[in-house]
């Protein structure tokens, strides 16, 4: 009997929805299934690698939001599929391919295995589907990150958007990119002044924003697009851009594709910049992100 192992986020989304995880294992034990939910991260690796080397793993499923499936991606073989319940706030990826909410279309799915072979970001030995930011958006992510308890509501974003946008210092960055993946950056990379910047593999971003439309996950590129300048005014000015979807035509966007990103602090900007990966927070400059190309089997 093959299993499909459940990674359950206890703390995605708004609500308790450790129901629709429990009514997914049932669904998936009525096909055939040994279904087994697994709540640690710390625990899922071993379970998979041991699961994959007996031959007996059939799928993992991440039921929970974006950095869920993230995580899952992380610790899974490339070979191995990957199923998605969304349980987030956003769902980002599950809404891209049309993946609802509910246990008896995950369970059908996984029976059906209909794959799409999907680049990924690979940051600091990380696996990242969606995108990455630098800027305003990421210190708001860091500071609902801080003072999470339990689950994330859409007015705690909010509220810390408020105060952020009252305090942030606005950093200057340098991004370097490169078309090739390699050990370093050579001649052949250009480095771009910025103080608010995006990196994408799926074109989605929270709230519905579109920043970048037109990002191919399996192209074998990342989309880059950054701000060359912002502050508390300009960068409102850009808000209200992204919103009616005239940021593109802005003189100080622009938008670039790359296999390999470099961002850090330019050299004479003081204080610290934050970086959210996939609407988590994942700490402070500097990063580098790669193009993983067909990293992820995603079963939808």
């Known amino acids: 009997m093959k299993t499909v192992l459940i990674a359950a986020n206890p703390k995605s989304g708004n609500t308790d929805r450790m129901e629709l995880v429990e009514a997914l294992a049932r669904h998936l034990t009525v096909d055939g299934?040994?279904?087994?939910?697994?709540?640690?991260?710390?625990?899922?690796?071993?379970?998979?690698?041991?699961?994959?080397?007996?031959?007996?793993?059939h799928a993992?499923?991440?039921?929970?939001?974006?950095?869920?499936?993230?995580a899952v991606a992380t610790r899974t073989p490339t070979e191995t599929p990957i199923a998605i319940l969304p349980l987030g706030s956003e769902n980002l990826l599950a809404h891209y391919y049309g993946i609802p909410r509910n246990p008896s279309h995950c369970a059908k799915a996984i029976a059906k295995r209909d794959l799409r072979i999907l680049d990924a970001m690979e940051v600091q030995g990380t696996i990242s589907l969606l995108m990455a930011s630098v800027g305003f958006d990421a210190e708001v992510v860091r500071r609902v990150h801080q003072h999470r308890k339990s689950h994330i509501t859409r007015w705690a974003y909010r509220y810390q958007a408020w105060c952020t946008w009252c305090t942030y210092s606005w950093p200057?960055?340098?991004?370097?990119?490169?078309?090739?993946?390699?050990?370093?950056?050579?001649?052949?990379?250009?480095?771009?002044?910025?103080?608010?910047?995006?990196?994408?593999?799926?074109?989605?971003?929270?709230?519905?924003?579109?920043?970048?439309?037109?990002?191919?996950?399996?192209?074998?590129k990342l989309d880059v697009g950054l701000f060359e300048k912002s502050g508390p005014i300009r960068g409102l000015?850009?808000?209200?851009?992204?919103?009616?979807?005239?940021?593109?035509?802005?003189?100080?966007?622009?938008?670039?594709?790359?296999?390999?990103?470099?961002?850090?602090?330019?050299?004479?900007?003081s204080g610290e910049a934050s970086v959210q990966l996939d609407g988590d927070w994942a700490g402070l400059l500097p990063i580098r992100i790669r193009i993983a190309p067909q990293r992820v089997r995603l079963i939808v």
Not at 60 to 70: L, P, R, Y
Not at 187 to 195: A, D, F, K, L, R
Not at 245 to 267: F, K, N, V, Y
């Open 33 to 57: 299934y040994h279904a087994e939910i697994v709540s640690e991260l710390e625990k899922l690796q071993g379970r998979i690698l041991c699961l994959h080397a007996e031959g007996e793993l």
């Open 60 to 70: 993992v499923v991440a039921a929970g939001g974006d950095g869920t499936v993230s």
């Open 172 to 220: 200057k960055l340098d991004v370097t990119i490169s078309q090739s993946v390699g050990d370093g950056f050579d001649s052949n990379s250009t480095t771009y002044p910025s103080q608010w910047c995006f990196v994408f593999n799926v074109p989605r971003y929270a709230a519905g924003l579109s920043i970048i439309e037109r990002s191919d996950p399996s192209d074998g």
């Open 237 to 269: 000015m850009q808000f209200w851009d992204v919103l009616r979807g005239r940021h593109m035509q802005r003189p100080d966007w622009r938008h670039l594709s790359a296999c390999e990103i470099d961002i850090r602090l330019a050299t004479k900007s």
